[in-house]
């Protein structure tokens, strides 16, 4: 395999957002690697379960300042749109980050067909939403590593951190390598969360923080063939789904009450 004096990787994205192009920004400050390629994804439906999960948190969520914060953003993205300024600004930044990342923006069809040397990096999930088939993840030769918000294969699937929280068992995020299943695949490291919080909202909140700061130590252990977990031990019941809106709201009060 060529060698480097960085590690090369790619990220695959829903969009290309500013979220995204801070991600970007973040994970370059490290000068231990270097992204090659953005990969952007086609446009996937929610699945019925995620979309249960979206609606379930926005009534438990849905307090007085939350609302007010989020009508002030969409209408502030809306008169941005009607303008025209929001598409200018991030084509602007995107011109101006490939041009001091030197990265290259590739978009997938159904087949995830690339140029060869884009499955040669190690690739990471940023904000993707979907099951990639077994067929894609094999094309690429070093691996997928996404990042699920608690510790797997103990908590899998969806709102897994809010039952990790629920049975008071140690809470953080899984750097785990993608395979065929749901968060079933070798175990990288896990970031334990060691900030306090004060409400379910701020916890969700600093397992994202969390989240985005652990990629990178997260590619620089694996590609030094670091495995925390090379065989973990897959059980039904560690995939318990949705969690229902009275337990959501019942977890709240228990947190809030301290």
Same mark, same amino acid.
Request: charged share 30%; hydrophobic share 40%.
């Given at each position: 395999?060529?060698?480097?004096?960085?590690? /090369?990787?790619?990220?695959?994205?829903?969009?290309?957002?500013?979220?995204?192009?801070?991600?970007?920004?973040?994970?370059?400050?490290?000068?231990?690697?270097?992204?090659?390629?953005?990969? #952007?994804?086609?446009?996937?439906? #929610?699945?019925?379960?995620?979309?249960?999960?979206?609606?379930?948190?926005?009534? !438990?969520?849905?307090?007085?300042?939350?609302?007010?914060?989020?009508?002030?953003?969409?209408?502030?993205?809306?008169?941005?749109?009607?303008?025209?300024?929001?598409?200018?600004?991030?084509?602007?930044?995107?011109?101006?980050?490939?041009?001091?990342?030197?990265?290259?923006?590739?978009?997938?069809?159904?087949? =995830? /067909?690339?140029?060869?040397?884009?499955?040669?990096?190690?690739?990471?999930?940023?904000?993707?939403?979907?099951?990639?088939?077994?067929?894609?993840?094999?094309?690429?030769?070093?691996?997928?590593?996404?990042?699920?918000?608690?510790?797997?294969?103990?908590?899998?699937?969806?709102?897994?951190?809010? =039952?990790?929280?629920?049975?008071?068992?140690?809470?953080?995020?899984?750097?785990?390598?993608?395979?065929?299943?749901?968060?079933?695949?070798? !175990?990288?490291?896990?970031? /334990?969360?060691?900030?306090?919080?004060?409400?379910?909202?701020?916890?969700?909140?600093?397992?994202?923080?969390?989240?985005?700061?652990?990629?990178?130590?997260?590619?620089?252990?694996?590609?030094?063939?670091?495995?925390?977990?090379?065989?973990?031990?897959?059980?039904?019941?560690?995939?318990?789904?949705?969690?229902?809106?009275?337990?959501?709201?019942?977890?709240?009060?228990?947190?809030?009450?301290?």
């Amino acid at each position: 395999m060529k060698m480097h004096k960085y590690k /090369e990787i790619s990220i695959i994205c829903a969009c290309i957002d500013l979220g995204l192009l801070q991600f970007i920004r973040q994970i370059s400050s490290n000068k231990k690697i270097k992204i090659k390629a953005i990969i #952007v994804s086609q446009t996937r439906s #929610v699945h019925p379960k995620r979309q249960e999960q979206i609606n379930n948190r926005k009534i !438990v969520f849905n307090d007085s300042k939350l609302k007010l914060l989020g009508m002030v953003r969409k209408n502030l993205v809306f008169f941005l749109e009607l303008i025209g300024l929001k598409k200018i600004l991030l084509y602007t930044i995107v011109i101006f980050y490939r041009f001091r990342y030197s990265f290259s923006i590739v978009y997938a069809n159904d087949l =995830w /067909e690339f140029n060869r040397d884009i499955y040669k990096y190690i690739s990471i999930v940023y904000s993707f939403e979907g099951i990639l088939s077994e067929e894609i993840i094999k094309k690429f030769e070093r691996g997928i590593i996404n990042i699920h918000p608690a510790k797997i294969p103990e908590y899998r699937g969806l709102d897994a951190s809010l =039952w990790a929280l629920k049975d008071e068992s140690k809470l953080g995020v899984s750097a785990y390598l993608i395979d065929k299943g749901i968060d079933t695949g070798k !175990v990288i490291k896990f970031f /334990e969360l060691k900030r306090k919080f004060l409400s379910l909202e701020s916890y969700i909140s600093e397992l994202k923080e969390l989240k985005y700061k652990s990629y990178v130590e997260a590619i620089l252990l694996y590609s030094s063939g670091k495995i925390e977990n090379e065989y973990p031990i897959i059980k039904k019941d560690q995939n318990r789904g949705v969690m229902p809106k009275k337990t959501i709201f019942g977890l709240k009060n228990k947190v809030q009450k301290g």
